[in-house]
């Protein structure tokens, strides 16, 4: 993730990592680069200052790779486990919700908040929520580390964007990145590149994603009047129109004819 956003010409300093180096079973995890534990409290303090002191025209960036958690109560949104203390020893949930809510409560109009994450949203853009959020699948199925014990979903985007750059070719729209980054994953899996044994792709239906068995749809979801995903580019910042509006929450592929 971090060549994702040097390829995009983030500066170092301007990219913060909160993640464990040695996660042994049933042992305490530790950092050993320098970098924070990924606590649920810090990454509500970080998450919020992201968001904060920030005008129009900016961009800003979530990537999170996390064990996903479901509510007990129906209908509730899920969320994302993190280490409740330093050692990880112990897990808390940051639900979607809470995201939902922080982002209403702290970022502004105009301002470019991209989502990139190989779990399901988690409810973490809803109506009048002004962001994007990139998932590597539904809510009611799971990620699988099937590429080279990496998120195929992941290397799919790094991927688009990086033959783009290759080509000197502009930075893809979201609608143009997120359509070929699912024709990465569907040519590996021809290709047997990536096992079946593990991530069989797209369901059948993807408007009805198939939580059954191992299928992974990929998911955009955005305000439709926020941002227009088949101009606006990915992590540039918004077009003007925009910067006012946020509206109805759309998501593809359900929504995408």
């Not at 199925?141 to 014990?149: E, G, H, I, M, Y």
Request: glycine share 8%; with cysteine; net charge negative.
């Amino acid at each position: 993730m971090r060549d994702l956003v040097h390829m995009l010409g983030f500066y170092e300093t301007s990219v913060e990592m909160l993640y464990y180096n040695s996660e042994p079973q049933g042992g305490p995890r530790t950092c050993s680069s320098g970098q924070q534990a990924p606590t649920a409290t810090r990454f509500k303090e970080k998450f919020a200052e992201l968001l904060r002191n920030v005008q129009p025209g900016d961009v800003r960036f979530l990537y999170i790779d996390a064990h996903s958690s479901p509510r007990a109560e129906p209908g509730v949104d899920d969320g994302w486990e993190l280490a409740q203390d330093e050692n990880g020893r112990r897990d808390e949930i940051v639900y979607g919700d809470w995201i939902t809510r922080c982002i209403k409560e702290n970022l502004v109009r105009g301002v470019n908040l991209t989502i990139l994450t190989p779990l399901g949203p988690r409810g973490c853009i809803s109506d009048n929520t002004p962001g994007i959020i990139f998932a590597g699948c539904h809510e009611v199925q799971t990620s699988v580390k099937a590429l080279n014990d990496m998120d195929p979903w992941t290397v799919a985007i790094a991927e688009v964007i990086e033959r783009h750059k290759e080509s000197c070719r502009p930075i893809p729209t979201y609608a143009q990145l997120y359509t070929s980054a699912r024709k990465f994953i569907t040519d590996w899996i021809r290709s047997g590149e990536l096992s079946t044994n593990q991530y069989l792709g797209p369901s059948l239906n993807g408007a009805n994603p198939d939580g059954s068995s191992s299928h992974q749809d990929p998911q955009l979801v955005f305000c439709e009047d926020h941002i227009n995903v088949n101009t606006e580019r990915f992590l540039c910042p918004l077009a003007r129109e925009g910067w006012n509006n946020v509206g109805l929450a759309k998501r593809f592929p359900k929504d995408e004819l």
